[in-house]
């Protein structure tokens, strides 16, 4: 018979080729954009949205060489194609080479297409990235007080954008600023590798982002997003590098994603103390499905710790996660006000984790001294099921707040194998009510098993999100 770890392992590899598979054939047989300028070779994808005019960044005199700065080649490139937003639509095709880079904005119905061997290049000169002011529900920088350098790819107020490609590589190159960071040499906040701010309708997909400067992916103040068939990698150790930050976004979709980490894999967020409880935009109508997950010192799915905003209809599904530090775990405390609620998950395959369920409302990191003791979190209706976990340190530490009991708590077919070394007290649970059903080990008192007849209390939703009915169209890139 096959362990728990081969059945992993072989899940590990079919993730992999999985991914490779989507990446590498994007989509079957497609049908041309009209008026697009015609190349040598085609290329097939799928995306919300199919382009009126294509061009390649060689046509504003971009060099691969991995030397010579394209900075001013893209931004050129994007605002020369933004004419073309009430024309169909337009898409920077990016060929093979090394497309050394600082930072650029995007513009609407616009498409940046990579090809398979194309790597964006991080520059590594700081004055290739402006300072811009700290998002306003987070009142400033996370690693400095001030401002924040803009991250490598930015958009704001925008519509239909859409960043794909043959599973090219943008790459951050991330330790330069890691290096800053320990160093406490840093004026501003890292940059992230990619942001788009209120904006509406966004499709990122088949792209690897690699070694980012802190935070991956980062659409924020926008809804209607779709992020499929995404690698993100970046060394077990390195800095903040959290993989996929939906920040007070509604309607988004995270799939077919594959990610390693020195953060958390996803983290859903929604401002930060008194800026996020002022801003009071939440993250809400959140589907995630097929996500494998290493990080060794964060979690495979965050909500919070800045979710002072709220949170609220987060679906995850058929989520693996190997050598990862907790499955899901609410970060909060007093001072961050908001809400959690409303979260469901079911069918998680775990291996090698210090905590299965981790509940923290002690959480301390301020944006500021100004946040209010008496802002403290509602914490309700939270939903696991159908759980498979092996060499397991410590089933769970839920813990509430003194005064603000958390609610809801549901846990119910979920077997957890305990390491040899585990604790000796596989449950700490403190400020909390719920109910199980069907778990081994047995949970804490204040979860009490209500028998197996009910291993499948725990709610999940079976209506869709709309994002979820949101079908892609087969488009063509036609290249050199």
């Not at 992230?192 to 935070?215: C, G, H, K, R």
């Not at 099921?385 to 809801?408: K, P, Q, Y």
């Amino acid at each position: 018979m096959f362990s728990l770890f081969d059945l992993l392992s072989q899940m590990r590899d079919m993730a992999w080729l999985f991914i490779a598979v989507v990446m590498a054939v994007g989509s079957v047989a497609g049908v041309e954009g009209r008026n697009v300028r015609l190349l040598e070779g085609s290329m097939d994808y799928t995306a919300i949205n199919c382009r009126g005019h294509s061009a390649s960044i060689t046509d504003f005199g971009g060099v691969g060489d991995g030397k010579t700065l394209n900075t001013r080649a893209f931004q050129e490139a994007v605002n020369t194609l933004s004419q073309y937003g009430s024309d169909g639509g337009a898409q920077l095709y990016v060929p093979a080479g090394q497309w050394l880079t600082g930072s650029f904005n995007l513009t609407s119905h616009f498409t940046l297409f990579l090809h398979k061997d194309a790597t964006l290049l991080a520059s590594q000169d700081i004055n290739e990235w402006p300072v811009i002011d700290p998002l306003p529900s987070y009142g400033h920088g996370r690693d400095a007080a001030g401002g924040r350098y803009i991250s490598l790819i930015f958009g704001t107020n925008l519509t239909d954008v859409i960043i794909t490609g043959d599973n090219g590589t943008i790459d951050g190159q991330g330790l330069l600023w890691w290096q800053k960071f320990h160093g406490k040499k840093l004026k501003y906040t890292r940059p992230y590798l990619l942001e788009i701010m209120y904006s509406d309708t966004i499709q990122i997909s088949n792209v690897t982002f690699l070694n980012s400067p802190a935070w991956n992916v980062h659409p924020v103040y926008s809804s209607n997003i779709l992020l499929q068939g995404i690698t993100i990698l970046a060394p077990i150790q390195s800095p903040n590098t959290d993989g996929i930050n939906p920040d007070s976004c509604s309607n988004t979709r995270i799939e077919d994603t594959y990610i390693v980490s020195g953060d958390d894999c996803v983290a859903v967020k929604s401002g930060w103390d008194e800026y996020g409880i002022s801003y009071g935009m939440p993250t809400e109508h959140l589907v995630i499905k097929r996500l494998t997950c290493i990080s060794p010192y964060s979690a495979a799915i965050a909500l919070g710790s800045e979710m002072s905003g709220g949170i609220q209809d987060v679906r995850a599904e058929d989520i693996v996660a190997i050598n990862t530090e907790s499955a899901v775990r609410i970060k909060t405390g007093v001072g961050r006000g908001g809400f959690v609620k409303d979260i469901y998950v079911k069918g998680m395959t775990l291996h090698t984790m210090k905590w299965v369920f981790w509940i923290t409302g002690n959480y301390g990191s301020h944006a500021d001294t100004h946040w209010d003791p008496n802002a403290v979190p509602v914490i309700q209706n939270i939903n696991y099921r159908d759980i498979v976990a092996e060499n397991v340190t410590m089933a769970a530490r839920l813990e509430g707040i003194s005064g603000d009991t958390f609610t809801g708590i549901c846990i119910s077919n979920a077997t957890i194998g305990m390491r040899v070394k585990a604790k000796k007290v596989p449950w700490t649970c403190s400020d909390v009510e719920g109910v199980t059903s069907g778990v081994v080990p047995k949970p804490c008192d204040l979860l009490p098993d209500q028998g197996p007849e009910k291993i499948g209390m725990c709610s999940f939703p079976q209506e869709k999100l709309d994002i979820e009915n949101v079908e892609l169209k087969k488009c063509s890139y036609v290249m050199t």
